[in-house]
């Protein structure tokens, strides 16, 4: 059965303190990779789509990698207001199917 | 363009009742999504629709839950005859192809049933 499986749950940080989420996946044949921002109460912000391995995006202090395993969300020197739960999703055939979340909190 | 629009954002229903929730996709797009979120949980995949096809049932509750995506008008997801355990936040997204493509979010129903 496919999965997507994020780590960690929850993040701490503080403030200038980088760090990487991880989303790992078993997928049949995987269409894209997504990675987005859900703010407490809203809907998800669509953030990258990854489609193959080796793939790097970047988006001011976010970048996102791509193995076939798994990808990475590298956040550089984060600030408070990147403070927010980051989904993972997988589309494969006719679904895309989201990982847990990792809820980010950034203290100044 | 407005974005995937939602509504109501949110909705009391007593058990036993029916509850209908609307999602307009953004101009442009006939793919639409229905996920439903737990509190402390991600996403779960619910069903694809394109207008008037279901393409994927797959995430639907075999009782009491379906959707649909008219020629016309928004996408409805109804829950008929309602339980405490359907309470949660039911989100939409819309996307202009299916493959590969991001899928834009609506702000959500939150569903609570009394």
């Known amino acids: 059965e496919d999965q997507v499986t994020q780590s960690p749950e929850a993040l701490r940080l503080q403030e200038g303190e980088s760090s990487s989420l991880n989303c790992s996946y078993t997928?049949?044949?995987?269409?894209?990779l997504f990675w987005y921002r859900q703010d407490p109460g809203k809907g998800p912000e669509f953030l990258f789509t990854?489609?193959?391995a080796g793939e790097e995006k970047e988006k001011e202090r976010l970048k996102a990698t791509l193995t076939k395993k798994e990808s990475f969300l590298h956040i550089t020197a984060p600030k408070p207001e990147d403070s927010a739960t980051y989904l993972c999703?997988?589309?494969?055939?006719?679904?895309?199917?989201f990982g847990a979340g990792t809820r980010l909190t950034v203290k100044p | 363009n407005a974005g995937v629009m939602q509504n109501p954002r949110h909705l009391v229903r007593r058990r036993g009742q029916e509850a209908r929730l609307r999602c307009s996709p953004m101009?442009?797009?006939?793919?639409v999504y229905w996920y439903r979120q737990l509190p402390e949980e991600g996403l779960k995949f619910m069903v694809y629709?394109?207008?008037?096809?279901?393409?994927?049932e797959s995430g639907m509750p075999k009782e009491r839950f379906s959707a649909e995506f008219p020629k016309e008008g928004p996408s409805i997801l109804r829950i008929q005859q309602v339980v405490r355990g359907d309470s949660a936040a039911y989100f939409c997204?819309?996307?202009?192809?299916?493959?590969?493509?991001?899928?834009?979010f609506g702000q959500g129903t939150r569903l609570t049933v009394v």
């Open positions: 101009k442009g797009h006939s793919h």
């Open positions: 990854l489609y193959s």
């Open positions: 629709l394109q207008k008037e096809n279901i393409i994927d």
């Open positions: 997928v049949s044949g995987l269409r894209g």
């Open positions: 999703a997988v589309e494969d055939n006719n679904d895309m199917r």
């Open positions: 997204a819309s996307s202009q192809e299916q493959a590969g493509t991001e899928a834009f």
